[in-house]
């Protein structure tokens, strides 16, 4: 029974690897002779201070992360530049009261222009207009204490009376900014090297 298991654990995998099934990140849609990448400091259009140094971090996070191409500081050096501008910062109201008209929760989208170029100017993918969206409360009622979000952050549920909504409003607004800086990251990540599976 043993080396029966042992023979159809063998055969699975023989043939997940002759399918050629890799992890989602871990192959590449760049040409063999991209192998490094400079990440250009990102221009922010927007009011939101210390966006552009934000998204530049995560965007160095998630190409670190798979070590398919290797981030360099210095663009003379790299085989390709990543560059991007964050267009807008965008809140909508998506939902109200009934009888009141209080809006109880926003939407908050990110949208940036990024593309990524040899170092003679060859585009090797671009996308004008990248968007990620997060809903947040805008009610501080409706804020959960016992969410893993809000026990990270520095503030405990017996301070949540002295603050003001507009407090509790720019703090969850700050953390979905946050948010979306790492979820559009990652797109761009995917769109620009990851292989379509």
Known sequence: MYKFLVLVLVLCVEALVS???RFQGSGSILPDDIRTVAIAP???ETTVSGLGPELGEALRSEFERYGVVTVVEDASLADAV???KVLSVGTSVKNVTGSTDIELDAEIMLTIGAQL???NGQVLWRNNRL???QSIA???DVVVTSSSQFLEGGIGAGSLASLEDRELSRGQQRQ???DLTEEISRKVYLEAVAEDF
């Open 19 to 21: 399918c050629g099934y």
């Open 42 to 44: 990102v221009e922010n």
């Open 138 to 140: 805008s009610v501080s």
């Open 82 to 84: 990543l560059e991007a």
């Open 131 to 133: 968007s990620a969206s």
């Open 176 to 178: 979905a900014i946050s």
């Open 117 to 119: 170029e040899r170092r």
